[in-house]
Structures are given as structure tokens and as C-alpha cells.
């Protein structure tokens, strides 16, 4: 089964919120919120909601 992320979103993963432009904040921020729909065990939807937490609190230190 193929997860629900583009391929910009895919080339994402690993990354660093620190590193990562506004405009790849945003598509993150999009990831997570589908991959913590998408998953089903309790840690990893906990794991997407603190990563897309984290870079909504990245995106806006930076405005």
C-alpha cells in the first residue's frame, strides 16, 4: 500500500525543520497532517501530529 505523501513530500522525510524552506514548511506541514489520518498505531499518529506541530511552530517564528 502506498502512503498518501507526493513525492515532494517523500523527499521531505528525514529532514530538519530548521532546514527547511517556507514553501517546504508548508507542503510538511500538509504531510503530517495526512500521515496522522493515515497511520494507525497510536505512537506513530502522536509521532506526525508533534512533527507537523513542530513545523507550524517553525513557520511561524519565521514570520
Keep these: ?3 498518501p505523501l507526493s513525492n515532494s513530500q517523500q523527499q521531505l522525510r528525514g529532514r530538519k525543520v530548521q532546514d527547511m524552506t517556507v514553501d517546504q514548511l508548508a507542503d510538511w ?14 505512537k506513530a ?3 506526525w ?13 519565521r514570520k
Excluded: P, Q, T, Y
Design 45 to 47: 499518529r502522536r509521532s
Design 1 to 3: 500500500m502506498l502512503e
Design 29 to 42: 506541514i500538509d504531510a503530517c497532517f495526512k500521515m496522522e489520518r493515515w497511520v494507525k498505531g497510536n
Design 49 to 61: 501530529k508533534l512533527g507537523g506541530e513542530e513545523a507550524k511552530a517553525e513557520l511561524e517564528r
